[in-house]
């Protein structure tokens, strides 16, 4: 599938491919065995499908040691196995998968290497050389076979795969890692950001203890009757996921906790223009009569702003400049 690509894969489908063939590592080494033996070809692809297979090397993860040094096909092979190491694991899974994540980005493989020493040639052209403090059993395993690492300064794989997101370039780092006890198990690797998105987040909520203005703003509220207000038909209006619910029954400081947050100059909210017959008449329908009166839609401002008739509440006649600022909020934001 790789090799008849003539163009990159988007990400969204090296997402669905990793996650399903971690998955399939996940349920391996959950069951006590580990494959030995990960690279593309034996990842079966039809269509958004993938399958693990071919388990001719695979070995049980509480198998006693020694394990044979030749396993997995070089481009893919975990450094602790090029150094001779008979006491791997299942990391050796994980190292080949940042392999071929890598080689789904580019279309070509990350450590090309024409023998084993090639191979670590390498991977340290990538990865830098090793050190006693990334991974000391390997400068040990180095100086058991009198081999030397070539010096190599890290190379940033964003310069290597500068179409992966950040999110992927931290899950194949992690995966690459020269420590196989630094790696992340397979179900691990599953919970990584690269895997998280689009997930399904709830609803912020606004505060619900937000302190009540203390300048009443409407004047008499006694002047508003019920009827005026219940009267209106004005025409429905989408409301935000998190107030939907709540909508004509949320507390009243709920409500000016809203308002504190879209009203120009306040809580750095959004400056929104004046409002218009719309916004009043969602008001009229939304809110109670208590906080209409105090809104500043009745009583004597609605004798200087305009009347409230039975068709309920009408756009005002003469709006100032500091009314327009107090209720500049309910321009565009619907409630």
């Known amino acids: 599938m790789m090799k008849k690509r003539e163009r990159y894969f988007p990400e969204s489908k090296i997402r669905n491919l990793m996650y399903q063939m971690f998955q399939g590592l996940s349920f391996m080494h959950k069951h006590g ?53 008979t006491a791997y694991n299942s990391p050796i899974d994980i190292w080949a998968m940042g392999c071929i994540m890598a080689e789904l980005f580019t279309l070509r493989p990350l450590f090309p290497g024409s023998s084993e020493a090639d191979e670590i040639y390498k991977i340290c052209s990538v990865l830098g050389s090793p050190t006693m403090r990334t991974w000391q059993d390997g400068i040990k395993l180095a100086a058991q076979m009198n081999f030397r ?11 290597i795969i500068p179409n992966a997101s950040p999110e992927a370039i931290s899950l194949m780092q992690d995966c690459l890692r020269y420590d196989p006890n630094q790696r992340p198990s397979a179900s691990q690797s599953l919970q990584y950001p690269f895997f998280q998105v689009n997930a399904a987040l709830p609803p912020v909520m606004p505060p619900v203890n937000s302190a009540r203005p203390t300048s009443n703003r409407g004047g008499d509220a006694a002047t508003v009757s019920n009827a005026s207000v219940e009267g209106s038909t004005p025409p429905q209006q989408p409301q935000p996921a998190g107030d939907a619910q709540n909508a004509g029954q949320m507390p009243s400081s709920s409500r000016y906790a809203r308002v504190a947050r879209y009203a120009p100059g306040m809580s750095g909210g959004p400056q929104y223009r004046a409002p218009n017959a719309n ?17 500043g839609i009745q009583g004597q401002a609605a004798k200087r702003k305009g009347s409230i008739g039975s068709g309920g509440l009408q756009r005002p006649t003469n709006l100032g400049n500091a009314a327009a600022q107090n209720l500049g909020g309910f321009g565009r934001h619907k409630f």
């Not at 690492?149 to 310069?159: A, I």
């Not at 916004?279 to 809104?295: C, F, K, R, V």
């Open 33 to 85: 065995f580990f494959h030995r033996d990960v690279k593309p070809e034996n990842m079966l692809v039809k269509g958004d499908t993938v399958k693990v297979a071919d388990f001719g090397l695979a070995r049980e993860i509480r198998s006693r040691p020694p394990y044979t040094d030749y396993v997995s096909t070089r481009w893919y092979r975990a450094p602790e196995v090029l150094l001779r190491s």
């Open 279 to 295: 916004a009043y008449n969602n008001i009229g329908q939304t809110e109670s009569t208590e906080d209409a009166a105090n809104l």
């Open 149 to 159: 690492f070539p010096q190599f300064v890290p190379t940033d794989l964003r310069q």
